[in-house]
């Protein structure tokens, strides 16, 4: 299956707006594309809103964290995994839902105070999708090609949501925004295009996570996929 068709099948199922049957056209691909990368940053867009309270989002996947539990773990206490540092000089327990949180993290605050949770609730769709892909996995059975257009949205999900790459996009987009202004000043002209890359740095790490969806996805499905496993009891490590 085309990397972009099987991509956007994907995507139509983790947001549940169609069956996986829905046409894939060419020009249905691009508008679907274009949706996700730029319709929430657009001032007004109301696709999904919260109330006033704040959000504690996950930085790093909750299913993701949970496979990390120590299986030792008593039966009275909440299942736990173990945080390291770099330097092996300190460890902790802690559960995956307390662990690698941020606040409103993926939250779009739109100008009239609401809040847009759709990356937020996007993000969560595909969290739901990995864990029957992971499943599969698990019983060593093979991946069709939705389901392994849905890994490759969950890595790509994974690398572009972390604090380092949304506060490097960050710096980027500010980057940006200053030499617009810059060039605007200079010609004297009026703020339009500084108004977007503006918009831009509000909505930096949601931006990012949309943009490298789109991107970073079709490129990793047409790569050969590999998937290491082991017996060991201690299992992999991960940073």
């Known amino acids: 299956m085309h990397p972009q068709r099987a991509i956007a099948r994907a995507w139509l199922a983790v947001a549940g707006i169609a069956p996986l049957r829905v046409s894939t056209s060419a020009g249905h691909l691009r508008a679907w594309r274009i949706f996700y990368t730029f319709a929430f940053v657009l001032p007004g867009i109301k696709w999904s809103y919260s109330d006033d309270q704040t959000l504690k989002q996950h930085v790093i996947p909750n299913c993701y964290l949970k496979a990390w539990c120590d299986p030792r773990t008593p039966e009275n206490q ?12 300190s460890k902790k327990k802690k559960s995956p839902e ?21 990356v937020e609730n996007t ?9 029957s892909v992971r499943e599969k996995i698990e019983e060593r059975q ?3 090609d939705e389901e392994r257009a849905t890994l490759c949205l969950f890595a790509a999900a994974m690398q572009s949501r972390t604090r380092r790459a949304g ?3 960050l710096n980027t987009a500010k980057q940006l925004h ?11 002209t009026a703020p339009t295009t500084s108004r977007r890359t503006g918009r831009m740095i509000e909505v930096a790490a949601p931006y990012f996570v949309m943009t490298m969806l789109n991107i970073q996805a079709p490129l990793l499905y047409q790569m050969q996929m590999s998937i290491f496993v082991t017996n060991d009891e201690l299992g992999f490590i991960t940073s």
């Open 78 to 89: 909440t299942p736990y995994i173990w945080r390291i540092a770099k330097d092996g000089g």
């Open 167 to 169: 506060d490097h996009w």
């Open 123 to 131: 993000l969560a769709g595909l969290e739901n999708a990995f864990v």
């Open 98 to 118: 307390k662990s690698f949180t941020a606040t409103d993290r993926y939250t779009i605050k739109l100008p009239n105070g609401n809040k847009d949770l759709t």
């Open 142 to 144: 093979g991946l069709g």
């Open 178 to 188: 200053e030499m617009v202004s810059a060039m605007e000043q200079q010609h004297g």
